[in-house]
């Protein structure tokens, strides 16, 4: 994307007042805000809100994007112009529009590259947080558009399709899915969006809206594309706040959770997880959904406090308090209101999750039996599952010094990666290579990365 500019401060927010010919006085009284506000951003002693970069935009008539650059000290390049999503309170018409421009974006395809290029921030979090938290939902979700009358129908209809992209996900991997749902987003849910609809078809609809941009996410999530993917899940959480849905929200959230522990944020997992599952129990959610934000703050919280490394003992309690009130929860069953997504959550995949919070807390036996337990139960259906679980399961195994057990559990994952359109399953059992180090001199390790580096590139 680009690199982080060398000089103290915000330098280039400087220049352009200074192009402008506007004191920090008058630059501050356009934003909006006090001459030691602006003063402060431009020293970098604060952040500057999304609501603030916006104002900014219009006040100095550039896109979005140089503001951006201004703020962040990002040297961008093939920058066209930037779809910033504000996943906070707004407007039917606010929600709307950020998603009409993220999905223009997409079938763009120049601008669909630099979509790809954009890093995971976790900047923008504590603001989605806030705005999640604390925001107004949208005073109605009513719309007299010119499109046609939306109903039920259409809305179950959008439901359906996303159950099926997620089938297809988890048999196939996101590389397959990913543009059927990108285009499915552009021509069939923006024309209905655009339709008129009641309150009550219309809060059905942001609900179904926001699955569907979460699975955009998602399956950017799994072809490594982090910043795409967060875009996709901010609009996912905005058009839950339009539609006043918690439990929805929650989703989001704790598949943000995922995201943040997988490229290595554990803080931000932590708040993300504990928000999570706050919103959830506003929602007054049924026992499984609880059960998976319950797991997801395990893992958060034994990710940050790593327990196994630091000995620490209050932690390592916390985290199995937290495993224990999930089994609790999940052991209640199905209910009424259980949302279609949790599903796929099912009690071997949380005992999966589990594991890797075993494997945190040190106990690899108790890892590894969870991660064999989920290869064997999803072998046949769920094949990017049970690649990622024979990586873990080949973690718990090197965690115990079983050496040639580990690799024998890693290169029964090779030939899936391979197989799978993910290239979130390539990068497993890369990284599980890279964690060979210790043992890089050995003969068996030598020959496991040759033969990882042959069938990859075959």
Known sequence: ?????????????????????????????????????WARWERGEQGVRARHRARMAA?????????????EGWAFVETPSWPLVDCGGGSLEATVKSADLLWRFEMDP???????????????LGEWLSSWTYDTPAASTAHAGSGRA??????????????????MDHQFGAGLVRPVVLRYLNSNVTPLLHGGYDDKVGAELMTAAAGMSWMAG??????????????????????????????????????????AIHTDQPGWAVRLARAAAESARRGQAPPRVM????????????????????????????VERLLVEAERAHSQGAADRDPAWIALHEAVELNAEAGRC??????????????????????????????????????AYLGMGELEQALDSARTAVPMAKALSSARSVEF??????????????????????????????
């Open 291 to 318: 059960a998976l934000m319950t797991i997801r703050e395990a893992w958060a919280t034994a990710l940050h406090a790593r327990p196994a490394e630091t000995g620490d003992k209050h932690s390592a309690g916390q």
């Open 150 to 167: 939306v109903g039920m129908a259409d809305v179950q209809r959008i439901n359906e399709a996303r159950q099926a992209f997620s089938r």
């Open 110 to 124: 120049s601008r669909r590259h630099l979509l790809a290029t954009l890093p995971f921030v976790p900047a923008a």
């Open 1 to 37: 994307m680009g690199v982080r500019g060398q000089e103290a401060g915000r330098p280039e927010l400087v220049r352009a007042r200074r192009r402008k010919g506007l004191s920090q006085e008058t630059a501050a009284e356009a934003v909006g805000v006090s001459p030691t506000t």
């Open 218 to 259: 998602w399956t950017s999530f799994d072809m490594h594309h982090h910043g795409r993917a967060q875009h996709h899940f901010g609009q996912a959480l905005r058009f839950a706040k339009a539609g006043d849905d918690p439990i929805t929200g929650a989703w989001v959230l704790s598949t943000l959770t995922q995201q």
């Open 59 to 71: 006040v100095f008539g550039v896109e979005a994007i140089e503001v951006e650059r201004w703020v």
């Open 358 to 395: 075993w494997s945190l807390l040190g106990e690899h036996h108790r890892a590894a039996e969870c991660a064999e337990a989920a290869v064997n139960a999803f072998q046949e259906r769920l094949p990017r599952s049970a690649q990622f679980n024979l990586v873990h399961a080949a973690d």
């Open 429 to 458: 059992v890369q990284a599980f290579a890279d964690r060979l180090e210790p043992y890089g001199t050995t003969v068996a390790v030598r020959e496991f990365r040759d033969h990882l580096r042959s069938e990859l590139a075959a």
